[in-house]
Nanobody, 131 residues
């Protein structure tokens, strides 16, 4: 497992944009880019929903239907982050957003995304979209 930390959550108006970042903090011999990284979100009383995934090489991505065309997942090698650009936000996008990585490097988890395929999780960052 690798440590993960999210940032960028905030309160925005519907139609606005946010950019979330996921970093693997600390000095280590591994890199976040050794792993596929996913973004999940969760609202109280509901299961976590996997919304986006990027392969460790950055050449494959996946989006849930609920966010396809509005969200973009990407790697930023300069900042060593995996980002989630969220545009055209809707109130139903309000949730705690988590980044996650599978237990093994160079592994592209099956889609649609399932919590059980991911071993490393951040603590989450809150996104609130008001109408």
């Amino acid at each position: 497992q690798i440590p993960l930390r999210e940032s960028g959550g905030a309160s925005v108006q519907a139609g606005g944009s946010l950019r979330l970042a996921c970093v693997s903090p600390g000095d280590s011999h591994y890199s976040i880019f050794d792993y596929s990284v996913a973004w999940f979100r969760q609202v109280p009383g509901k299961e976590r929903e996997g919304v986006a995934l990027i392969s460790n090489f950055g050449d494959e991505t996946y989006y849930a239907d609920s966010v396809d065309g509005r969200f973009t997942i990407s790697q930023d090698p300069a900042k060593r982050t995996v980002n989630l650009q969220m545009n055209s936000l809707k109130p139903e996008d309000s949730a705690v957003y988590y980044c996650a990585a599978p237990d093994h490097s160079n592994y592209y988890p099956p889609r649609p995304l399932r919590e059980r395929d991911f071993a490393s999780w951040g603590q989450g960052t809150q996104v609130l979209v008001s109408s």
